[in-house]
């Protein structure tokens, strides 16, 4: 199972003004890996054996679950306890639970869909900086953008070697474009709570009104749930 790089999905996002157009590249990954794991990969043995070996964390299957396809999800639940089964035997020593509990945790820290949708977000962050590197007129994309939350600035910065010679120069940007973001959202906050004394009751919000979700978005992310 497989993800291709859509370079307009990048231009089309960067154009939105969001505070995270990855965060929304994302979603529509996401939203093809659980369409593919309800449908044709439930029958491929490579999918099988991942979810095998990997299972589902509890927001992924929460997703699939809300989904019309319960088959595919029993099918896939089913192969993870098969998988799993030998956390299960009897216990006779406090020792053994110990050690048992750390292997439950450590089967629920998992999860196939999370993989998937990484392994396809790292070739967004490449290709981000390959197209910097390539495009001249990406450059005024990214500048004028709002930048990324702070997952997505971080995971950018750590592939920024692949802008080759253009590296630093990335990185400057990256840099400078996130920097200005965050003192616009601290301005808009500012604002924002301003508003709540009386004096400034009659004063419009403007922006400021979605100031918290937005900067909620910056911290965390946007993962449309």
Do not use: W
């Amino acid at each position: 199972m497989g993800y291709h790089i859509d370079t307009g999905l990048i231009l089309e996002k960067l154009k939105e003004s969001s505070e995270c157009p990855l965060c929304e590249i994302k979603k529509i990954v996401e939203e093809q890996f659980l369409h593919e794991f309800l449908n044709d990969a439930v029958m491929e043995d490579n999918t099988r054996i991942r979810v095998g070996k990997k299972g589902f964390c509890e927001r992924h299957f929460n997703m699939l679950f809300e989904r019309p396809n319960k088959l595919s999800v029993a099918l896939q639940l089913g192969t993870r306890l098969e998988k799993i089964e030998d956390l299960f035997s009897h216990i006779t020593s406090v020792g053994t639970a110990k050690k048992t509990a750390e292997n439950i945790e450590k089967s629920l820290s998992t999860c196939a869909v999370c993989d998937f949708v990484e392994e396809s977000m790292v070739k967004y962050y490449k290709t981000i900086a390959q197209m910097f590197s390539r495009e001249p007129e990406f450059y005024k994309l990214l500048i004028s953008s709002k930048g990324f939350c702070m997952h997505h600035y971080a995971e950018l910065l750590k592939y920024s070697k692949s802008a080759g010679f253009m590296a630093k120069h990335y990185v400057d940007l990256l840099s400078e474009v996130e920097q200005r973001n965050i003192k616009r959202l601290q301005k808009e906050l500012k604002e924002f709570c301003d508003k709540h004394d009386y004096r400034n009751a009659m004063k419009p919000l403007g922006s400021a009104e979605t100031a918290l979700p937005r900067t909620g978005v910056k911290f965390y992310g946007d993962n449309g749930k």
